[in-house]
């Protein structure tokens, strides 16, 4: 009997023999009993914790696949790319996807693969890049902070037929709102530390794979490199995760009508959402016909029509009064903040990313209105 992954989020890791804990128990412990030969299961605190399977349970239901948690989303994806690249010569990743990842990628040049940027909208560019040299073709879609929406059908053939392994961040999505094990990728990355834990409290990360090889090399990554998440922050992810569902759709519905809102102010000068973004609609609603998400950016009219400045990106998000100025996105707090703020983001000087939370949405419209009036008179 399967039933669906809602369902199965919410019971991931409990037991249902009389007297059980009906909440999974924090097991705090560095170590287990045990003698003679050791059970890889229970040997040693850096192998395996039961908070982590609860969470990988629950995460696996939610792709019909297998998960490996780790300590960030950094983690997971260092994992996943040693994994994938050993042996090949190239990377291909967004040219606009979440910086972070692609600095962690560009560092394993000295090991032999090289970070190739594309432009994943690009197919053509995309076959070529993979099939010159051995390659790993790791997407992002939409990505951050640009909610560029790319082509899982077709960047799965190209993948497929160049032999290179397809891995998607799906982190911006989550796996309620986008399969990409459905579109040939041998991997879905996930930071937990934005929707899928979603309160703002925790880091985490995730590998999720239907290929038993893959998950068994990204657990051994995760037990010899280390990057295990603490029993209390695996408990937090599994309890902030029961609530996915229902969180993903108030926020997609919020992020909507947000980015619908933005469209017709002439304070903005674009507004980039998969929901309403009309050059990739068509895609979009294909491979995420659930929602769009959370996540969305704006960039600001300047003085004589131009582009924003970085200064009035500033007195925007200064002028909200509800919408908190924070990096990360996900949670269950409506937060915004001036990309480019950060050196190392290739944003526009006015972008401004905001991730819906789960307030009325007639309250975000008014913050977001009355920023923009204050910050932008005339
Ligand atoms: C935040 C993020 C990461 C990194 O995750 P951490 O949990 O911060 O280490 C990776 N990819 C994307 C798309 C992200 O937004």
């Excluded at 990988?56 to 260092?78: H, I, K, N």
């Excluded at 606009?96 to 594309?118: F, I, M, S, T």
């Excluded at 432009?119 to 951050?144: F, H, Q």
């Excluded at 908190?324 to 006015?350: M, Q």
Aim: aromatic share 6%; charged share 20%.
């Amino acid at each position: 009997m399967n039933f669906s992954p809602e369902s199965r989020i919410v019971h991931a890791g409990t037991e249902r023999a009389p007297g059980a804990p009906l909440s999974p128990p924090l097991l705090a412990t560095s170590t287990y009993v045990s003698q003679g030969e050791p059970d890889p299961a229970r040997g040693y605190g850096r192998m395996a914790n039961p908070g982590w399977e609860a969470v990988e349970e629950a995460l696996g239901a939610v792709e019909d696949a297998g998960a490996v948690v780790f300590a960030s989303g950094q983690a997971a994806c260092l994992a996943a790319l040693l994994s994938l690249a050993a042996g090949r010569e190239r990377i291909v990743m967004p040219e606009d996807g979440y910086y972070n990842v692609r600095a962690l990628a560009e560092k394993l040049r000295p090991h032999g693969a090289r970070v190739v940027p594309v432009d994943l909208l690009d197919l053509a560019a995309v076959e070529r890049a993979v099939g010159e040299r051995p390659s790993v073709l790791w997407a992002e879609t939409p990505t951050n902070p640009l909610l560029r929406v790319a082509d899982l059908t077709s960047l799965g053939v190209i993948a497929a037929a160049a032999g290179a392994p397809f891995a998607v961040d799906n982190t911006v999505a989550t796996g309620l709102l986008q399969r990409p094990l459905d579109f040939g990728a041998v991997a879905s990355v996930y930071s937990m530390t934005k929707a899928i834990s979603g309160h703002s409290d925790v880091l985490g990360g995730a590998v999720v794979t239907r290929d038993a090889a893959l998950l068994a090399a990204v657990r051994d990554w995760r037990t010899t490199g280390g990057g295990i998440p603490g029993p209390f922050e695996a408990w937090l992810v599994l309890r902030g995760m029961k609530t996915l569902p229902l969180r993903i759709e108030r926020m997609s519905g919020n992020a909507m009508a947000i980015a619908r809102f933005l469209s017709g102010h002439r304070a903005v000068r674009a507004v980039h959402y998969p929901g309403t973004t009309t050059a990739t609609l068509d895609i979009a609603s294909k491979q995420m016909p659930n929602g769009a998400g959370p996540l969305l950016s704006f960039e600001l009219a300047g003085p004589g029509g131009g582009p924003g400045t970085a200064a009035q990106a500033d007195a925007v998000i200064a002028a909200a009064r509800l919408i908190v100025p924070a990096t990360s996105f996900g949670g269950v707090e409506s937060n915004w903040e001036r990309r480019s703020r950060w050196a190392a983001e290739s944003a526009p000087p006015s972008l401004i990313r905001l991730s819906a939370g789960i307030e009325p949405v007639q309250d975000l419209l008014t913050d977001i209105e009355a920023a923009l009036a204050a910050a932008m008179p005339g």
